[in-house]
């Protein structure tokens, strides 16, 4: 199983930033696919999750309103679209697999490498 996320930068506060992540078409067309994120000396959060039909989706509620998460089957990739980044937006950006659709890391099995995300004021 190989997750690989990209799409992370630097970017000023209020722009949009848009991260992808591709999997294999297995792992695409069966799982669930989240997004969490990671700021320097603070736990793991969820940020967004989508369904393997690409349906049902969940965000956290710090995000919830600018930021989307879709899945692209032509290309088995996930994205997630940011909009109006804040700075406290910043941190490691990590795509991972679940078999279901939830909020809880412990639902998911396999992660992609981070990427970094950073918004200045």
């Known amino acids: 199983v190989q997750l690989q996320a990209f799409g992370g930068g630097l970017v000023q506060a209020g722009k949009s930033l848009r991260l992808s992540c591709t999997a294999s078409e297995r792992t695409f067309s069966t799982y669930a696919l989240g997004w969490f994120r990671q700021a320097p000396g603070k736990e793991r959060e969820f940020v967004a999750a989508v369904g393997w039909s690409g349906g049902d989706t969940t965000y956290a509620d710090s995000v919830k309103g600018r930021f989307t998460i879709s899945r692209a089957r032509a290309d088995n990739t996930v994205y997630l679209q940011m909009n109006t980044l804040k700075p406290e937006d910043t941190a490691v950006y990590f795509c991972?697999?679940?078999?279901?659709?939830?909020?809880?890391?412990?639902?998911?099995?396999?992660w992609g490498q981070g990427t970094q995300v950073t918004v200045s004021s």
């Open positions: 991972a697999r679940g078999l279901v659709i939830t909020r809880s890391s412990r639902g998911y099995d396999y």
